[in-house]
């Protein structure tokens, strides 16, 4: 069985954050974020080209004051392949707990919407002990994947 699948218990939301799954964040919104979290941010119009091209997205709102604290995305060919993009939390106390909520959500609908697809990750080094948590291994059988960045003319 695929580890993914073997989701452990359901983490809990922290108390003063909620879960989006219908609007948007606004580039501005998702910049921030990923600023606050060491990670390299986009253009405005990058980022409405991926959400439009995502299946789902999922945010956590801070619910004091809406702010986005957490966010991740999905893209699939709806057959074979889904990806996970842009899994990140806001770092504080709360940032395990909130990445924690984020996969496993995310591989809550992944099992529902999208079963027998091979799911692939882009996320920063510290989403790994999230990941893990959800039974996630770091490259099984020295397994390795490479990305190349590619430059708009």
């Given at each position: 069985m695929l580890p993914f699948l073997q989701q452990s218990s359901t983490p809990n939301l922290p108390d003063g954050f909620r879960i989006e799954t219908s609007e948007r964040p606004s580039p501005a919104q998702l910049n921030g974020?990923?600023?606050?979290?060491?990670?390299?941010?986009?253009?405005?119009?990058?980022?409405?080209?991926?959400?439009?091209?995502?299946?789902?997205?999922?945010?956590?709102?801070?619910?004091?004051?809406?702010?986005?604290?957490?966010?991740?995305?999905?893209?699939?060919?709806?057959?074979?392949?889904?990806?996970?993009?842009?899994?990140?939390?806001?770092?504080?106390?709360?940032?395990?707990?909130?990445?924690?909520?984020?996969?496993?959500?995310?591989l809550h609908m992944l099992r529902r919407d999208l079963p027998g697809c091979s799911l692939s990750i882009s996320a920063p080094a510290d989403t790994v002990e999230a990941l893990e948590k959800q039974g996630f291994v770091i490259d099984p059988n020295g397994i390795r994947a490479m990305g190349l960045p590619l430059q708009t003319p």
């Open positions: 974020l990923l600023q606050a979290c060491g990670e390299s941010t986009h253009d405005e119009e990058r980022w409405q080209l991926a959400l439009e091209r995502s299946v789902w997205h999922l945010s956590i709102l801070d619910t004091s004051n809406g702010e986005l604290v957490g966010f991740v995305r999905a893209t699939s060919d709806l057959a074979l392949n889904a990806n996970l993009w842009n899994l990140c939390a806001r770092p504080g106390a709360d940032q395990a707990q909130l990445l924690a909520v984020l996969v496993h959500r995310s």
